[in-house]
């Protein structure tokens, strides 16, 4: 931890940027913090109730936060894998940025939860979760982790559905997708969801009813999951900012195991590599066409 | 949209016999917007036409459906009809009746009921549509020609003959591509390079045609009409304004024994070297792989090791030290003509789907050859003066096995395609080989005899008949070295026999393929390519001289396997295709093309990645003081064909395609 603060005061001190973007505590755990003056740097922390990704804070459409001019984030692997994705996709340049990477052995599911991580507070997401430390980082701070173990585990309970028969299959999305209340709160929380105007926003035409209602909630919720078919970087966001407690973390992962066995494409935080979603590919299988 | 008219075409029996037209029509009358509903044995006749035009005057249409078939077929005809009534012709749409509807199904009653719905579909589509109107893009009346083989060159001189100006790209340090190699040319047996050097000369004479022999294209930009090519012009270690080929260079160079590429390894060349002695421009180059200068410096050596080119040409052409130099060139038209290479047979292949013929000692038996060497050695100008000898110990074979099919359809060694020019290649070797050697027996073995063409089943008769070709149907299994002799080892399938043949020398008649580095061209042209690397054209039947990419063109065996005749005559046809488009000093285009909404546009540019033309750039926006408000994608008109693409890929849905747009799709698919 002090590692991460001296860092952090020489980086204020030396005028490399102007804010530090990461974490504090707080009587709920961690919470994100933003600290400007190198005194306060001894706020900053990072364990395993860090479970932010704050990759969100750093879309160019926050004008707030690009107001407080160059910046330094602290990322965990998989955020670093965020950031990738808006430098990709043209939202930030890498340049702008000094990245300072976290090694990171799993986190817990709410910044309030537990002060010991174990098997079973662990995120579900970070079982399996095979990347310690982020590549794309300018400094690497913590010691080093070992690979997290958990009892949850999202590829039994996704085969599980799927040997459900299409009817059960549909009641149960229903049943779970009747709970969404469109807060869109999985949209703001999300890092990837940049847009200007969100699909979900258009009215010429209406692709989305913006009701609460199953047909607007379906075509909410599988268009989101399309949207991010090998773009979401699996932070876990959307799900713990979801106050229905829909799992949408079970449609995004199975939506990148599709992506996974279609194009052997697995996101990364290499922002040159470039996505399925934005390729053209004359060899691209198309037997749907037939 | 409020006054629609619909018009529903029997197309005499076609729809008619399926579908209850009349009901269609009705139907649709009710719909709300729809003022005047007809149906009409033959919409796209005369009186058809008049039908339409009438109700659009009398009836004050702003917008018209045609019920009728595929829009392929007759938009263009009913768009035109509706123009010369007044109408934006892009408020007319068809609606498929007849491909869509009445050839797929037998139910009257359901045929009906579809018909209806295509129809409706198609009514409410149309409400959302906006007049448009036809982009005009001026055009760069001058043409780029990429290879300088017999296509190539027939191109050039066509175009240029023409009326328009042509600069021709050769990689190679003379123009006349495989045609210069060949000994006689079928089905007349006439020589080559007397037929193909004097369109040589005529290239580099034409006042409208600048060669650029020895060059490579760099990159290419921009679209139809306006295309900017950056040409990489290699360094010959020869100033071209100043040699006038006298020679001299090339007789003092005391590296004499490098092989020859013209002569397929089969004779030798200096370091400083023209080709052959007709090339065509007539300025050597210097192999800098095999001088001995240029290695000494690439090892570091201070001192100068040879120099005797320079010291004995009288016009200080030799220039040591010239480097790679770029010129960009404005274009309006591209025509490809890269032509092809011989399927090297060796165990080692630079493809995965290619396996190579290891059983047939390729390369390590020096008198198993491929039909180019073959030409070098019937050739007068080859390096046996015309004699057809062994490589070996240059003995005149008296029996010579030709193999068909090497390579060519043979789906488990990578190609299955056929080579279309071995059959008749290979009988005419056969003829050159009795015409030279009498007492010589020539054995040709052959899958199937494909002598399709004018003249050309009659030339294989006469191989065997006139110059006693021995033809045996089936394949070798095993070639191998038996002393003196090669031991061919077969199957003669006619009569069921195992045959073992002792040849002095064996001929492989190895497949065509396109030339190395064809997908790197293919991809800065954005011209797709098929996995073995030929160019796709447009249409296979009806544009097989376009390709999907505007203004550029194929010409040869950059496309598939091609004889001189057709690259010839495929090669006139792209000189049409390119004058066509340089009759006009305006390129008109369909409006239909992509169109960025710029206030919602995130600038991801997925669509820039997706995009198949290159139609999509940057823009960057800024307020009145210049400042930087955000950097969004726009569609270049000239480039963009109107795919759709982007507009799929857009995840914030702030790409519309004009004529398809959201508006237009959603009401279209609710009204099913």
């Known amino acids: ?290 | 949209m409020s006054r629609i008219g619909v018009f529903i075409c029997h197309c005499g029996e076609n729809i008619g016999r399926t579908v209850d037209c009349a009901r269609v029509a009705q139907s649709l009358g009710d719909l709300p917007g729809v003022v005047h509903s007809v149906d009409y044995k033959y919409m796209c006749s005369d009186p058809g036409q008049v039908l339409i035009k009438q109700a659009i005057q009398e009836k004050n249409l702003d917008g018209i459906v045609v019920g009728a078939c595929s829009p392929h077929m007759h938009e263009k005809t009913f768009r035109k009809a509706a123009a010369s009534a007044g109408l934006n012709p892009f408020l007319c749409e068809m609606a498929n009746l007849r491909e869509h509807c009445s050839w797929i199904h037998e139910d009257r009653e359901l045929a009906t009921e579809k018909a209806i719905a295509l129809g409706r579909f198609i009514v409410e589509k149309i409400k959302y549509n906006r007049p448009l109107s036809t982009i005009y893009i001026p055009v760069e009346r001058r043409a780029l020609v990429i290879g300088g083989g017999i296509a190539g060159i027939q191109a050039a001189l066509d175009i240029a003959d023409g009326g328009r100006d042509v600069i021709l790209v050769e990689k190679e340090s003379s123009i006349g591509g495989h045609m210069s190699q060949l000994s006689e040319t079928f089905p007349t047996l006439d020589c080559s390079q007397c037929i193909l050097t004097p369109r040589m000369v005529e290239v580099a004479q034409h006042p409208r045609i600048k060669l650029l022999a020895y060059s490579e294209v760099e990159s290419v930009d921009g679209y139809i009409g306006n295309f900017q090519v950056k040409i990489r012009r290699k360094a010959r270690s020869v100033d071209e304004t100043k040699c006038n080929g006298c020679g001299e260079c090339q007789k003092n160079c005391p590296n004499k024994k490098i092989p020859s590429e013209f002569d397929q390894g089969l004779g030798t060349r200096t370091a400083i070297y023209v080709p052959f002695p007709q090339a065509v421009p007539n300025i050597p180059v210097i192999d800098r792989a095999s001088c001995a200068l240029f290695r000494g410096r690439a090892k570091g050596v201070k001192k100068v090791v040879c120099g005797k080119c320079a010291e004995v040409c009288g016009r200080n052409a030799v220039d040591f030290d010239q480097q790679d130099s770029f010129v960009t060139e404005k274009v309006g038209a591209i025509v490809v003509a890269t032509g092809y290479q011989l399927y090297s047979i060796g165990k080692s292949q630079e493809l995965d789907i290619l396996r190579g013929y290891g059983e047939y000692g390729y390369g390590t038996i020096p008198d198993v050859i491929d039909g180019l060497q073959f030409e070098r050695l019937a050739s007068a100008s080859g390096p046996t003066g015309g004699k057809i000898l062994r490589p070996s110990d240059g003995k005149e074979p008296k029996k010579i096995v030709f193999l068909q099919c090497i390579g060519s359809r043979d789906p488990a060694k990578g190609i299955e395609y056929c080579s279309k020019i071995c059959c008749m290649y290979v009988a005419k070797h056969t003829m050159l080989y009795h015409h030279k050697v009498h007492d010589g027996k020539a054995v040709v073995f052959y899958m199937d005899i494909r002598a399709g063409g004018k003249g050309y089943d009659e030339f294989v008769r006469r191989a065997i008949e006139e110059s006693h070709a021995l033809y045996l149907r089936g394949r070798v299994s095993r070639l191998s070295r038996d002393g003196d002799v090669i031991r061919v080892q077969g199957f003669d399938t006619l009569s069921g026999e195992p045959v073992v043949i002792n040849a002095d020398m064996v001929v492989l008649a190895t497949a065509m393929r396109p030339q190395p580095g064809i997908a790197a061209l293919a991809q800065k042209l954005s011209v797709s390519y098929d996995q073995h690397g030929f160019l796709n054209e447009a249409h296979p039947k009806l544009r097989p001289v376009e390709t999907n990419t505007a203004g550029v063109f194929l010409a040869g065996a950059c496309q598939s396997p091609r004889d001189i005749p057709d690259s010839v005559a495929m090669a006139s046809a792209t000189a049409s295709k390119v004058l066509g488009l340089f009759s006009k000093e305006l390129l008109e285009r369909e409006p239909l093309i992509a169109r960025v909404d710029r206030m919602t546009c995130t600038g991801c540019f997925h669509c820039e990645r997706v995009c198949p033309y290159g139609a999509v750039e940057r823009k960057t926006l800024t307020d009145s003081k210049g400042r930087i408000i955000k950097v969004i994608a726009e569609v270049n008109q000239g480039v963009c064909q109107g795919c759709g693409t982007c507009q799929a890929t857009c995840p914030s849905k702030s790409v519309e395609l004009d004529g398809f747009t959201d508006e237009q799709i959603y009401a279209a698919v609710n009204a099913i």
């Open chain 1, 1 to 290: 931890m002090q590692e991460l603060r001296d860092l952090a005061k020489k980086l204020l001190l030396d005028k490399q940027v102007n804010a530090i973007l990461g974490y504090e505590w707080d009587r709920r755990g961690a919470r994100p913090a933003f600290i400007t003056e190198a005194g306060d740097c001894d706020r900053l922390v990072f364990d395993h109730r860090c479970v932010q990704n704050l990759a969100a804070y750093l879309s160019p459409r926050r004008a707030n936060i690009a107001q407080l001019g160059r910046l330094a984030v602290v990322i965990k692997a998989c955020d670093a894998r965020a950031v990738a994705g808006l430098i990709r996709e043209n939202q930030l340049k890498r340049e702008d940025l000094v990245l300072i990477g976290v090694r990171c052995g799993g986190v817990v599911v709410n910044p309030s939860d537990s002060e010991q991580l174990n098997a079973e507070n662990i995120a579900p997401r970070c079982v399996g979760c095979e990347q310690r430390e982020p590549t794309l980082a300018d400094h690497l701070v913590g010691e080093t982790q070992s690979a997290p173990v958990g009892k949850a585990n999202r590829d039994l309970r996704l085969s599980e559905i799927e040997k459900l028969n299409p009817e059960e299959r549909l009641s149960l999305w229903t049943s779970l997708l009747s709970q969404c209340t469109r807060c869109y709160a999985c949209r703001q929380v999300c890092p990837m969801c940049f847009c200007e105007r969100c699909i979900a926003d258009k009215t010429q035409p209406a692709w989305i009813e913006s009701s609460p209602h199953s047909r607007g909630n379906f075509s909410w919720h599988l268009t989101r999951a399309l949207h991010l078919a090998g773009r979401c970087v699996d932070c876990g966001e959307c799900e713990r900012a979801c106050p229905a407690g829909i799992p949408l973390g079970l449609l995004n992962h199975k939506v990148a195991r599709i992506v996974a066995s279609r194009y052997g494409y697995a996101v990364s935080d290499d922002p040159s590599r470039e996505t399925p979603i934005g390729s053209y590919r004359l060899d691209d299988e198309q037997e749907f066409i037939a």
